[in-house]
């Protein structure tokens, strides 16, 4: 079935610790995106990549790094948690990043994260 | 800066009809997103508008006047299963989306 897959599910993480989300989609899609949600606000982009080689900074990109090895994969790397980077950590694709009105994202089930 | 107002929360009943609102304040415009989010999962797309005027699919319709910041989401003939929030989202003159922070609807027997 063609979609995103993101991994783990959840994780509780001590502060301080090193974690990376992963994430692949099988779509072929150029770009690609990682939001946080959190509780009375909107999704939030963290990093984006609008094809491979390429990546940039959104909203809220500090404590937070990504690479863009390939089409397929968009790990993202929290360098050392903080309590502050408990959320929910979606990863989404676009077929374009210009032009996505006919499908819009397509977005992965979530990665629940607590640092504690 | 760049805003998106929805509201908070909404109540309707089944077999109902519901309007949720969006009015926007954007560094310009090239379209506006309505997604559906059910508790737990992820966000899922439902319409999308470019143009002025009201779009129709199924039982959903979305609606948008560029000139006024503002658009709406009509859901007819209410089910249960139509709980969940709604997201408002709007792409800006560098095309990032810009996300409400949603509606949450709670659909009564």
């Known amino acids: ?116 | 800066g760049q805003n998106i107002d929805q509201p908070t929360e909404m109540t309707a009943t089944e077999g109902a009809i519901v309007q949720i609102n969006c009015t926007y304040q954007t560094s310009g415009f090239n379209g506006l997103f309505w997604y559906q989010q059910h508790a737990g999962e992820a966000p899922t797309f439902l319409s999308y508008n470019v143009l002025d005027g009201l779009e129709e699919k199924g039982r959903f319709s979305s609606f948008l006047s560029r000139s006024k910041g503002y658009s709406y989401l009509l859901l007819k003939e209410l089910q249960m299963k139509d709980s969940a929030s709604y997201l408002c989202a709007v792409t800006d003159s560098n095309y990032q989306l810009i996300w409400g922070a949603g509606t949450k609807l709670i659909i009564k027997p």
């Not at chain 1, 063609?2 to 770009?31: F, K, V």
């Not at chain 1, 963290?46 to 390939?70: C, F, L, M, Q």
């Not at chain 1, 948690?81 to 819009?104: E, I």
Request: aromatic letters at 8%.
């Open chain 1, 1 to 116: 079935i063609a979609g995103i897959t993101q991994a783990p599910t959840s994780q509780i993480l001590a502060a301080g610790r090193r974690m990376t989300l992963r994430c692949t989609q099988d779509m072929r899609h150029n770009a690609m995106y990682w939001y946080r949600q959190d509780l009375g606000l909107g999704l939030r982009l963290i990093h984006y990549s609008n094809t491979a080689g390429t990546t940039g900074k959104g909203e809220v990109p500090d404590g937070y790094s990504v690479s863009r090895a390939n089409t397929d994969d968009f790990p993202l790397t929290l360098a050392s948690a903080v309590p502050s980077q408990t959320s929910v950590y979606f990863c989404a694709s676009s077929d374009s990043s210009l032009d996505r009105g006919l499908d819009g994202y397509t977005f992965g089930s979530g990665t629940r994260l607590t640092v504690v």
